[in-house]
Every structure is written in structure tokens, then in C-alpha cells.
């Protein structure tokens, strides 16, 4: 059959606003987590990561959550900027045991109203 | 900072014909990696390669794949006979360990290849 693109998750703030992104993950064996932002027509840049001994941690206007009782990773930008429009991607390692097999998640894209 | 560099940008390939899509990785990493998203969906994992050898793989790294480090700085991919469901964003990537950021070790991605298979 003809292959179909994904329909990604769009979240859509003003400028200045607070962005939540929020992502399920599937494997319960994952204890190494990271999110990834994709400008268009570039490659993923790393925001920032967690392991499952955590369940915050914080960096340069971003926090990532994670609650390993639902599986669930959220990432939080403050105060959000038109630069931080792009595709935002949680990936998880599975059962790997190391980061060397990442498994990404869907996407969710991330506009920004000046 | 350090960047995973790549090239071509842009390939455009007649089904059949191999492909080499090249990558230099930061200069003290270990490990190398490539992944591929096709236009639209998931970022998937191909192969990750450490000590000059293959240490995980995806289905999707077929024997039509394969990777080498043929001197002490470029990463290469290569694909033997290309189908049309090979076009796809392949991107290297490369990290100084097996743990992420946590370690200090981040995980850093190129610009990607874009690989159009007609």
C-alpha cells in the first residue's frame, strides 16, 4: 500500500508563554531518556537528557519530567521564543542498556506566535 | 562547538546504482551511528559502530548496508544497490561513550544527507 507521513502533534504558544511537550514511551526496560529538537532541513539537536534514577532535571530554560510509574516524558521550555519553533522528539533506549539504539518517539511541532 | 559534519547535502540515485554517504565525526568521539528518517516519519536507528566494528543493528540495516571507518576520520555508509524505499534523510551521529549528556558525553548529530532513490 502507499506509504502515509505521520501526522505530527502541533502545540501552538505565544511568545513568552511556557511550552509543555509531552511524549509516552513504550518500554518500561528504558532507563535513559533524551529530547531532541529538529529545526527544518536539519539535523536533531540535543536539548537535553534524564535517566530513569531521576525524575527532573533541569537545564538552560528547560526542565525535563519524567514519571516512569506511566512511562511518560515531558519536556518544558520557559518563557518561549520564536527560535524554539521546530519538531521536538523524545527518544528512549529501550532495553539497550546504553544510548547506543535510540528509539524515537513522533514528534511534536512546536510553533511560536510573536 | 563540535560538529558532526556530512556529505553529500543531496544525492540523487537511479535504483540499483550503490550510494556512499560519507560523515566525519567529532575528532575524540568513539562511537558512531546512523540513522535514517524517511520524509514525514520517525527517526529510525540503522547501526551503531565502535572499535572498528558493528556493536548493534536494526532490521532495517539489511546486507545492503554496511558501514566502515576507512581512516582515522570519516564514517562511512553505503548502500550496494538502492530501492526506491531507501530514500530517506540519513543522519550520522557520534558520542564519546555509550551514556548520554549525563556523563558529559552528548550524543551529536550532522545536518543529514538526503538521499533521493528514482
Known amino acids: 500500500g502507499e506509504s502515509v507521513g505521520l501526522h505530527l502533534p502541533t502545540l501552538s504558544v505565544q511568545e513568552g508563554d511556557n511550552s509543555i511537550i509531552n511524549c509516552a514511551y513504550s518500554n518500561s526496560a528504558s532507563d535513559y531518556f533524551i529530547w531532541y529538537k529538529q529545526e527544518s532541513g536539519k539535523g536533531p539537536q540535543f536539548i537535553i537528557d534524564i535517566r530513569s534514577n531521576m525524575d527532573k532535571r533541569q537545564g538552560q530554560r528547560v526542565t525535563v519530567l519524567l514519571n516512569k510509574t506511566v512511562k511518560h516524558l515531558s519536556l518544558q521550555i520557559a518563557a518561549t521564543q520564536p527560535g524554539d519553533s521546530a519538531v521536538y522528539f523524545c527518544?528512549?533506549?529501550?532495553?539497550?542498556?546504553?544510548?547506543?539504539?535510540?528509539?524515537w518517539g513522533l514528534g511534536t511541532s512546536l510553533a511560536v506566535n510573536p | 562547538e563540535p560538529e558532526v559534519t556530512q556529505t553529500p547535502s543531496h544525492q540523487v540515485t537511479q535504483m540499483g546504482q550503490e550510494v556512499i554517504l560519507r560523515c566525519v565525526p567529532i575528532s575524540n568521539h568513539l562511537y558512531f551511528y546512523w540513522y535514517r528518517q524517511i520524509l514525514g516519519q520517525k527517526v529510525e536507528f540503522l547501526v551503531s559502530f565502535y572499535n572498528n566494528e558493528i556493536s548493534e543493528k536494526s532490521e532495517i540495516f539489511d546486507d545492503q548496508f554496511s558501514v566502515e571507518r576507512p581512516d582515522g576520520s570519516n564514517f562511512t555508509l553505503k548502500i550496494r544497490s538502492t530501492k526506491l524505499e531507501d530514500s530517506a534523510m540519513y543522519f550520522c551521529?557520534?558520542?564519546?561513550?555509550?551514556?548520554?549528556?549525563?556523563?558529559?558525553?552528548?550524543?551529536?548529530f550532522g545536518e543529514g544527507s538526503w538521499l533521493t532513490v528514482v
Open positions: 527518544a528512549e533506549n529501550g532495553n539497550a542498556g546504553n544510548n547506543r539504539k535510540l528509539i
Open positions: 551521529a557520534s558520542s564519546g561513550s555509550s551514556w548520554g549528556e549525563i556523563t558529559g558525553n552528548t550524543i551529536y
